[in-house]
């Protein structure tokens, strides 16, 4: 199973679904209560042994040489690739394009769908995107005539699906969404956006960068177009992701970049382009990244992404209890579903000062605008504190959170 879980073991609620001895970060930072995983997430051994593991011995280019090595070297590559498509309910392997992340997969796909937009078309996103997801779009609309519009939520932070269904139309080519929110935590029904997207002849493309972390995921029942993720946010390496991408829609498409190991044959005139997926994988790629994302996969599988999700929600339901209970705290959003992510604002506290007097005791919070400022600044606010859990954080994180918080209020406000 590739982890060092110790198997059969009951977990009480609220403790950590790991050893933390699992994961190195630890042994060096014995105190760290790290609530930063929305941003990313430390490695366990497994994923560091297997990465180094793939530069001592199975060490050459991919796609290349005949020598032993660089075959192994490939097949490695390659089995990681079939491991993270079936992760995601793909099983077609020529559907799954290795990127440096989310953000270069939506990139990809806005640059690439420009091929089938027309000037007029629309581009529907929603007031919960990061920055990643609605820069390129906004890009693409500019570059194109295309009118952007953006879906609201609710006063709860959820998505409204029926202002939602009343602003498709026959000229919205791209729905572009994403499945949870780094600053709400808000779980979006996908399964329902995508339905109505594609009735209304829409592609749609799910940025799940949040939400393949932390819940069961299967392109094929979501029925989307493309969806993107990047692999540290799910104890992978850095610099590594993935899309999926439909293949009857990638076969259509122009590649994004071109060179090396995208072609089948090149003239002097023009060139060919490869099978799929190596039509979109022009140059070398990060074949030790995608190693380490499928072990870190294994990892993930070995614990149950059913009981990862429902950790995240244990753990984001207490930390939202416990900051309602402290006076001056304001919880943004209290979304139907939900991830391990809370964003919250202290009533004459600036969230950076609060990070840091935070990070002061040891707790590693993210402060400011989570790359979402229009979404902020609907919420009336320019910037916030986020906690945000994973499969090493426990209750005792949540309340040591709150007491260095506590502590932070009484430091910085004389009136309480
Ligand atoms: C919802 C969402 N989309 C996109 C991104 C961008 O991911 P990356 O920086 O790994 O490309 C993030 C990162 O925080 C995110 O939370």
């Given at each position: 199973m590739g982890n060092e879980r110790e198997q059969g073991k009951p977990m009480d609620a609220g403790a950590c679904l790991v050893p933390r001895k699992d994961f190195p970060v630890f042994e060096n930072w014995p105190d760290l209560?790290?609530?930063?995983?929305a941003a990313t997430t430390h490695k366990p051994a497994a994923v560091l042994r297997r990465v180094d593991e793939f530069y001592r011995r199975t060490y050459a280019n991919v796609h290349r040489g005949v020598y032993r090595l660089a075959e192994e070297a490939t097949a490695a590559y390659e089995e990681a690739r079939r491991q993270v498509a079936e992760f995601i309910g793909c099983d077609d392997t020529g559907e799954l394009i290795f990127t440096r992340g989310t953000t270069e997969g939506i990139n990809l796909v806005a640059a690439v769908l420009d091929s089938l937009v027309q000037d007029g078309d629309e581009v529907l996103v929603t007031a919960l995107e990061h920055h990643s997801n609605l820069i390129p779009w906004q890009q693409l609309c500019t570059r194109r005539s295309l009118k952007l519009k953006v879906c609201p939520i609710t006063p709860d932070g959820d998505l409204d699906l029926d202002a939602l269904e009343r602003m498709l139309t026959p000229r919205t080519r791209v729905v572009a969404f994403a499945m949870a929110s780094n600053a709400l935590g808000t779980v979006v029904p996908a399964v329902k956006v995508i339905a109505a997207a594609r009735q209304a002849g829409a592609v749609t493309v799910v940025d799940a960068a949040q939400s393949v972390p932390c819940m069961p995921t299967a392109v094929s029942e979501l029925g989307c177009d493309f969806l993107v993720f990047s692999g540290h946010k799910m104890l992978g390496p850095m610099g590594i992701g993935a899309l999926y991408g439909r293949r009857e829609i990638l076969e259509k498409l122009p590649p994004y970049m071109t060179g090396g190991e995208m072609i089948s044959t090149v003239s002097w005139d023009g060139a060919e382009w490869a099978e799929l997926p190596h039509k979109f994988e022009a140059g070398t790629?990060?074949?030790?990244?995608?190693?380490?994302?499928?072990?870190?996969?294994r990892y993930l599988q070995g614990i149950g992404m059913e009981?990862?999700?429902?950790?995240?929600?244990?753990?984001?339901?207490?930390?939202?209890?416990?900051?309602?209970?402290?006076?001056?705290v304001r919880v943004l959003g209290c979304p139907a579903t939900y991830c391990g992510i809370v964003s919250f604002v202290v009533s004459g506290i600036h969230p950076h000062d609060l990070a840091q007097f935070l990070a002061r005791e040891n707790v590693a919070v993210r402060a400011g605008h989570l790359c979402a400022q229009p979404l902020l600044r609907a919420l009336g606010v320019d910037a916030v504190t986020r906690v945000s859990f994973y499969v090493y954080n426990d209750y005792a994180d949540v309340e040591k959170m709150a007491e260095a918080l506590e502590k932070a209020i009484r430091f910085f406000r004389h009136d309480v």
């Open positions: 209560v790290y609530l930063d995983n790629p990060n074949a030790a990244g995608a190693v380490g994302l499928a072990e870190a996969i009981k990862i999700w429902a950790h995240e929600m244990d753990l984001a339901r207490k930390a939202r209890e416990v900051l309602e209970g402290i006076r001056g």
